[in-house]
């Protein structure tokens, strides 16, 4: 696996369990990477959808990828306060092509007045019947909902406003720099 530096660029594919393309952000900037985890910031970054659709994210936003943990965050940092979307997928795997994930559609929004909410249970449920997840799968991807939600409620990582501040003013150092 290649292990991209500081400053770098890279691309985010997201997958299917079935094996199809589902989403792809283009340009991700590499704030820190290391034998676990990888830290980024996508900044109007254009994202492309399955089915050929395109558009930019609207506001700089701090990801966090594991290579552990069954789920992903992106912190979008907005004016009324950082909003989270957790996705419940594979930890993930790079390649010399792009960063890479399995999508299992499950997902937690967080407000910035700390409401959470599971997203997406139908279509869970749905792609769970019709690509028969093996059940193994399933009882992992409940767990790391638990893991998750206490990180939320802890402050843990990615859920500290320190954090926030840390990575986004590494990212705005590395940004004058190009």
């Known amino acids: 696996m290649r292990i991209p530096k500081e400053g770098d660029s890279f691309a985010i594919q997201s997958y299917k369990h079935d094996g199809s393309l589902h ?3 283009r340009d991700t900037m590499v704030l820190k990477t290391s ?6 910031c996508n900044d109007h970054t254009l994202v492309t959808e399955s ?5 930019l994210t609207r506001e700089p936003a701090i990801i966090y990828f594991h290579k552990h943990y069954w789920f992903n965050v992106i912190a979008m940092i907005r ?4 909003s989270y979307y957790c996705n419940l997928a594979t930890p993930y795997t790079m390649d010399q092509e792009a960063l ?20 997406d249970v139908d279509e869970y449920e749905a792609h769970r019947r019709k690509w028969q997840y093996p059940q193994t799968t399933d009882r992992i991807l ?3 909902v638990k893991v998750l ?4 409620n802890h402050g843990k990582g990615p859920f500290s406003q320190a954090y926030i501040d840390l990575w986004y003013n ?7 720099r190009v």
């Open 149 to 152: 939600v206490d990180w939320i």
């Open 142 to 144: 409940k767990a790391n």
């Open 170 to 176: 590494r990212y705005l150092q590395l940004s004058h």
């Open 51 to 55: 089915d050929g659709r395109r558009w």
């Open 35 to 40: 034998e676990d985890a990888l830290i980024g």
């Open 79 to 82: 004016e009324g306060g950082v």
């Open 100 to 119: 890479k994930y399995i999508d299992y559609d499950l997902d937690v929004k967080v407000f910035p007045d700390g409401e959470k909410r599971l997203l």
């Open 23 to 25: 989403r792809t952000w």
